[in-house]
C-alpha cells in the first residue's frame, strides 16, 4: 500500500482569510453591498420618450421582456433575433411548463400560468395603431393564444386603454392587456427593478454609489456594540469591576471584528482591551485578550509578523501555566507561525520556530507529567502529539506519520472514562487534518477510535439529558424521590465537556430535590457543584460573560439554608460580582436591584436571629455588611446590639419614630424570619465548626477543625450519607444509635488519603477523621484516593448507625438499579471544589470582609432579644367559653411553591439539622419535616417595589456605597410598611 503523504496548499493559493471565512462564516460579516443608482422617475420617463428617436427599439425590448418576466411569466421565449423577427408576428411568447415547475413561481396570477401568451413591444410614438396591429398579426397565427400583452413606451390614458381593450377583444377574441409607460415606471421604482433598467437601457450608469446592506447578524452585533461603547465610555460604570470592564473592552473588540470594521479600529479596540487588563493586572483575560488579537490578525487581517509578535506575548503568559487549556493557544497559533513561514509570507528568521517549539513541548511534557489531573496530563499529551505532527507535517512531508497516529489513537483509548477531555475539539482538528492525508490505515484507525468514542459518548449524554428532562417533569409534580432516582441515573454520565451545560442543569435540579425532602447537605453539595463546573469553563476562557448568575443565585440559597455567615457572605460576593459584569441593559439593572435587595433582607431577618452572647464576637461586622451593599443589613444588626442611637444620629431611624414604633418593626423582621424558619447564624468564629445532619433518623455531628479541608471533608461526609440513602425509605432500615459524632482534624503523621477510625466514648460511637493539612494530589491514584476512599467510609459509617433488614434487596436497588453509589460519589469531592472556588485559602472567615480600620461597636443590650412574650394565663375546665378549646385545631395547608418559580423559591432553611430550640429535625424517615415554603408576596418580593429608594445601591462586590447615597428617612418607614404578616 503506498505511504500517506501530508499536502499543504500551493503558495499563490493560500488565504488565510479565505480559508476561515468558508470554514466559520458565522464569524464574518454578513452584511451585503449593494449598488445604489441616482436616476431619478422623471429621468427614466424621459429617456423612454425619446428611445425612437435615439434608434434603440431593441434596447426596449429587452427591458419590457424582463420585466415581463419578473412580473408576468418566467416562461418567456424570445422570438426576435434569426428564428422570430416578422415571421413569428409575436415579439415573445410563453413556452409550456408543468404545473409542478409553475407551481413554485412567486408571481402574479400564478393560477393562469398554463395559459399559453403572446407579447407585443412597441417603442413606436403612434402607439393606438401600432398595436391594433400587432394584435392583428397575432391574432391571424392561429395559435390559440390565451392572452395578448402589448407594452408600450409611451403614456396610454385609463380610459383610451380600456376602451381599446374591449374594441381587439370583440374583433378577435382574445383578451388584451395594454402596458404603458406608467407601469414600466413602477416597476422600476415601486419593486426594485432599476438593475434592469440600468443594464438594459444604460440610464444611470456613473451614478453608482456602493450602500452597505446590514444581515441579521451584524445587526445585532452593530447593536450590542453601541450599548458595550456607550457603557464603557459612562464613568459611573464598573465601579470595583474592572474584570467587567475588562470583558466588555473585549468583547467589543470581538464584535468589531465580526462586522468587518477597519483594521485600525479592530486594532485600536484590542489594544484598549489589553491595555486595561494589563492595568488591572487581570491576568487570564490579558492572555485571552492576546491570544484573540493574534488569531485576529492571522485570519482577519492576514498579517504575519503581528501574529508573530503577539505570539511572544501569549508564550510569555501561558508557558508559566499548569492548565492544559492555556497551552492549547500556544499550540494552536505556531502551526500558523510554521504557515506563513513555509509560504514565504514571513521570513523564516522572525518565525523562530526552532526555540519556539522547543518551550511549548517542554511545557507540554511537564504538565504530561502531572497524572494527578488526568484529563490536563492527557490534554497535555494529545498537544504534544498535535504539535508534532505540525511540525513533522509542514518541515517531512515525506514522513507517514504512523507512530504520531498510533500514538494518537492509545490516548484516544485512555481517555476513555475522562469526562473533562476535549474529545470534540480533537476530532474537529483531525477532521482537518484528514483533508490532507491521502491514505493511511493508521490514521483511519485513529479516526474510527475518537468517532466511535464520541459516538459513545454521545449516546451515554443524549440518553442522560432525556433522564434530566423526566427527572424535572417529577421534580414539577411534586414527587422529589422520583426525581432525585432519576437525577441519579443522569449526573455520572454527563461528566463530558461537551454536555457540561446539561450536567450542571442536572445538578441544580438535584440540589432542588434534595432540598425537597429535607436533606440540605446533599442539596448543598451538588449545588457547589455546578458552580465548581460553571467556574472550570470560565478558567478555560477566563469570560466572566459566560457564567450564569442562576446558578450562582441557588448556591447562595443553599449557602443561607445552612445559616453560615462566611459563606453566606462570600455567596452573595460572588453572585453581585456576576450580575454587575453582566447588567448591560435597564431590564438587567432593575433585576440585579432586586436581587440584592431580597439578599439584604434575608441576611437581615437572619441576623436577628443572632443569640445575645455571640454579638461581642461580631462588633466590627457592621460597616463590612454596608460595603457589601447590605445596608438593612447592618441597621438589624446595630439594632440588635442595641444601638438604636447610631441608627439616630445617621438618619436611618427618623426622629419622630417612637422606640415602640421601631420594635415593631424590628420584631416584625425578626417574626418573619422565624416563621420562615431561617436558621440561628453560624458565625463560625470558634476552633471548631459542627455540621449536623438527620438521616434515617440518626443525627450525625461532624466536629470539624475550622478550616476549609476539614470543613470540606465533613461536608462530603453528610452530603454522600443523605444521597446515599435519600431512596432508602422503600426498605425497612433497622436503626442502630439515635446519636453518632464524627470528629475531623488535621495532622502530620497521616498520609495522603484520610484515615477514619471509631472507638466507644461514653457508650456511644465516636469517629474520628484525620486527614493532611494540605491534601496535594500528584499522581491520578492520588487524586483518585479521596473517593475511594469516601466509598468506604460512608459504607461503614452507616453501619454504625443502621442495617436494613434485607441488605441483599436494599444494595441491589440502591447500587444498581438506582445507582446510589455513583449519585453519592460522583459530585464527593468537596475539598477539591472548594479549592476551585476559593483557591489556596486556608478559611474561609469573618476577617474576610473587615478592615483593620472598621469601626468596632458596643453591645449595649444585654437581655435576650426579643424578649420572651409573657405566658397566656391558665385556663380551667370551669371557665372556659362552651366549645372553646375542647378539639384540636385544624392546621393550616402551607402552601406549595412551584419548582419552577426559581425566584421566589425561598426553601426551608436549617443550620446543622437542628431547629431554632436544638431539637433535631428528622430526615428520610416516617416524621421527616417537609420543607417551608414562602408564599409568592413573600418579603423579597415586596421589598422589590422600592426601587426607587434604592437607585444608589448599584454597586457590586466589594465596590461598595455610603450611607449618605440613601434616603434615610423613608427608608425605615417604607419597610416598615411593607413587611407582611408572617405566615400561620
Not at 414600466?184 to 451614478?207: N, P, Q, Y
Not at 502551526?335 to 523564516?348: C, K
Not at 372553646?884 to 446543622?912: H, Q, V, Y
Request: a negative charge; glycine letters at 6%.
Amino acid at each position: 500500500m503506498p505511504e500517506q503523504k501530508m499536502t499543504v496548499p500551493e503558495k499563490p493559493n493560500y488565504s488565510p482569510s479565505r480559508y476561515m471565512r468558508e470554514r466559520h462564516p458565522d464569524l464574518f460579516s454578513d452584511s451585503a453591498s449593494e449598488v445604489n443608482y441616482l436616476v431619478e422617475r422623471e429621468v427614466l420617463s424621459y429617456h423612454l420618450e425619446t428611445l425612437t428617436n435615439q434608434k434603440d427599439e431593441t434596447a426596449f425590448e429587452n427591458f419590457a421582456q424582463r420585466l415581463c418576466e419578473k412580473f408576468i411569466a418566467p416562461n418567456i421565449r424570445p422570438q426576435t433575433g434569426p428564428v422570430g423577427g416578422g415571421d413569428g408576428k409575436t415579439d415573445a411568447e410563453t413556452f409550456p411548463v408543468s404545473s409542478e415547475v409553475s407551481a413554485r413561481w412567486f408571481v402574479p396570477d400564478n393560477d393562469k400560468a398554463g395559459e399559453r401568451k403572446a407579447f407585443a413591444f412597441s417603442a413606436k410614438k403612434t402607439w393606438r395603431p401600432k398595436i391594433k396591429s400587432d394584435v392583428a398579426a397575432i391574432a391571424g397565427t392561429k395559435r390559440d393564444y390565451d392572452q395578448i400583452i402589448c407594452v408600450t413606451n409611451q403614456f396610454v390614458p385609463a380610459k383610451k386603454s380600456a376602451d381599446l381593450q374591449d374594441e381587439l377583444f370583440k374583433e378577435h377574441g382574445i383578451p388584451v392587456t395594454i402596458l404603458d409607460r406608467t407601469w414600466l415606471l413602477d416597476r422600476v421604482f415601486k419593486h426594485h427593478s432599476m438593475a434592469i433598467a440600468v443594464e438594459e437601457l444604460g440610464v444611470g450608469k456613473g451614478t453608482e454609489k456602493q450602500t452597505k446592506k446590514l444581515g441579521p447578524s451584524d445587526n445585532a452585533r452593530a447593536a450590542e456594540l453601541d450599548t458595550l461603547e456607550a457603557k464603557i465610555a459612562d464613568g459611573s460604570q464598573y465601579q470595583g469591576q474592572p474584570a467587567a470592564l475588562v470583558e466588555d473592552a473585549r468583547c467589543a473588540a470581538l464584535l468589531a471584528r465580526g462586522l468587518e470594521h477597519t483594521r485600525a479600529d479592530v486594532k485600536g479596540r484590542f489594544d484598549r482591551a489589553l491595555r486595561l487588563a494589563r492595568a488591572n493586572n487581570i491576568k487570564k483575560l490579558e492572555l485571552a485578550i492576546t491570544y484573540e488579537w493574534a488569531w485576529t490578525s492571522y485570519f482577519w487581517h492576514e498579517d504575519h509578523v503581528c501574529t508573530s509578535e503577539l505570539y511572544d506575548d501569549v508564550e510569555h503568559l501561558a508557558l508559566g501555566s499548569d492548565d492544559a487549556n492555556d497551552l492549547e493557544r500556544l499550540s494552536n497559533l505556531l502551526p500558523l507561525i510554521r504557515m506563513s513561514v513555509h509560504t514565504g509570507s514571513m521570513d523564516a528568521s522572525k518565525g523562530k520556530l526552532t526555540g519556539r517549539t522547543a518551550a511549548l513541548k517542554a511545557a507540554l511534557e511537564t504538565l504530561k507529567g502531572q497524572t494527578n489531573r488526568p484529563n490536563n496530563a492527557l490534554h497535555a499529551e494529545a498537544l504534544l502529539l498535535m504539535t508534532r505532527i505540525s511540525e513533522k507535517g509542514v518541515e517531512h512531508r515525506d514522513d507517514p506519520l504512523k507512530d504520531i497516529w498510533v500514538s494518537f489513537t492509545d490516548v484516544i483509548n485512555r481517555a476513555d472514562g475522562l469526562g473533562t477531555f476535549p474529545f470534540a475539539s480533537i476530532a474537529d482538528t483531525l477532521t482537518q487534518i484528514g483533508e490532507f492525508i491521502t491514505d493511511s490505515d493508521e490514521f483511519d484507525t485513529l479516526f474510527e477510535t475518537i468517532t466511535d468514542a464520541l459516538a459513545a459518548r454521545s449516546s451515554e449524554g443524549e440518553a442522560s439529558t432525556k433522564n434530566v428532562q423526566r427527572a424535572y417533569q417529577k421534580l414539577a409534580k411534586g414527587l422529589p424521590y422520583d426525581a432525585i432516582r432519576w437525577f441519579g441515573r443522569a449526573v455520572a454520565l454527563l461528566v463530558k465537556e461537551e454536555y457540561e451545560d446539561d450536567l450542571i442543569d442536572a445538578l441544580i435540579g438535584a440540589g432542588f430535590a434534595f432540598e425537597e425532602v429535607g436533606l440540605p447537605w446533599a442539596a448543598r453539595n451538588y449545588t457547589l457543584a455546578a458552580v465548581s463546573q460553571e467556574f472550570s469553563a470560565f478558567n478555560r476562557f477566563g469570560s466572566i460573560g459566560a457564567l450564569r448568575a442562576s446558578v450562582l443565585s441557588r448556591y447562595f440559597d443553599t449557602e443561607f439554608n445552612l445559616g453560615r455567615v462566611p459563606q453566606i457572605l462570600s455567596a452573595h460576593e460572588l453572585e453581585m460580582i456576576v450580575r454587575n459584569a453582566q447588567a448591560h441593559t435597564d431590564g438587567q439593572r432593575r433585576h440585579l436591584d432586586k436581587v440584592k435587595e431580597a439578599h439584604m433582607m434575608k441576611i437581615a431577618a437572619l441576623l436577628l436571629q443572632t443569640p445575645i452572647d455571640e454579638l461581642r464576637g461580631i462588633a466590627q461586622l457592621p460597616d463590612p455588611l454596608e460595603r457589601l451593599a447590605l445596608p438593612m443589613s447592618r441597621i438589624a444588626l446595630l439594632y440588635l446590639m442595641g444601638n438604636e442611637d447610631i441608627l439616630k444620629a445617621e438618619g436611618w431611624i427618623p426622629e419622630q419614630e417612637t422606640p415602640e414604633g421601631a420594635e415593631t418593626f424590628m420584631r416584625d423582621l425578626y417574626d418573619y424570619g422565624v416563621k420562615a424558619e431561617y436558621p440561628v447564624p453560624n458565625f463560625t468564629l470558634g476552633e471548631t465548626v459542627t455540621l449536623s445532619s438527620n438521616v434515617l433518623g440518626c443525627r450525625i455531628d461532624a466536629v470539624c477543625a475550622n478550616n476549609l479541608v476539614s470543613i470540606g471533608i465533613g461536608e462530603a461526609l453528610l452530603g454522600s450519607l443523605e444521597a446515599l440513602l435519600a431512596t432508602s425509605l422503600d426498605h425497612r432500615i433497622l436503626p442502630q444509635v439515635d446519636h453518632l459524632q464524627l470528629r475531623v482534624e488535621t495532622s502530620d503523621t497521616v498520609g495522603l488519603t484520610p484515615i477514619l477510625q471509631f472507638a466507644d466514648v461514653d457508650g456511644e460511637p465516636v469517629g474520628t477523621i484525620t486527614h493532611l493539612m494540605v491534601m496535594e494530589f500528584k499522581t491520578k491514584e492520588d487524586a483518585l484516593s479521596f473517593p475511594h476512599w469516601m466509598k468506604d467510609a460512608i459504607l461503614e459509617i452507616f453501619l454504625r448507625f443502621a442495617a436494613p433488614q434485607d441488605a441483599e434487596i436494599w444494595g441491589k436497588a440502591l447500587f444498581e438499579d438506582e445507582r446510589a453509589l455513583d449519585r453519592a460519589l460522583t459530585f464527593s469531592n468537596v475539598p477539591i471544589m472548594l479549592g476551585n472556588l476559593h483557591g489556596d485559602r486556608m478559611l474561609l472567615s469573618l476577617a474576610d470582609w473587615i478592615d483593620p480600620a472598621d469601626r468596632t461597636y458596643m453591645v449595649k443590650r444585654t437581655e435576650a432579644w426579643p424578649p420572651a412574650p409573657p405566658p397566656e394565663p391558665i385556663k380551667s375546665f370551669g371557665n372556659t367559653q362552651r366549645g372553646e378549646d375542647l378539639a384540636p385545631k385544624k392546621c393550616a395547608m402551607r402552601p406549595k411553591a412551584s419548582i419552577r418559580k426559581c425566584a421566589g423559591f425561598l426553601p426551608s432553611t436549617r443550620r446543622n439539622g437542628t431547629r431554632r430550640n436544638g431539637t433535631p429535625l428528622s430526615s428520610c424517615g416516617p416524621h421527616q419535616s417537609q420543607p417551608r415554603r414562602l408564599p409568592c408576596w413573600d418579603l423579597p418580593t415586596k421589598i422589590f417595589r422600592l426601587q426607587k429608594t434604592f437607585s444608589c445601591l448599584g454597586v457590586s462586590g466589594t465596590a461598595m456605597t455610603t450611607r449618605k447615597t440613601i434616603s434615610k428617612l423613608r427608608l425605615f418607614a417604607a419597610y416598615r410598611a411593607i413587611i407582611p404578616q408572617p405566615m400561620q
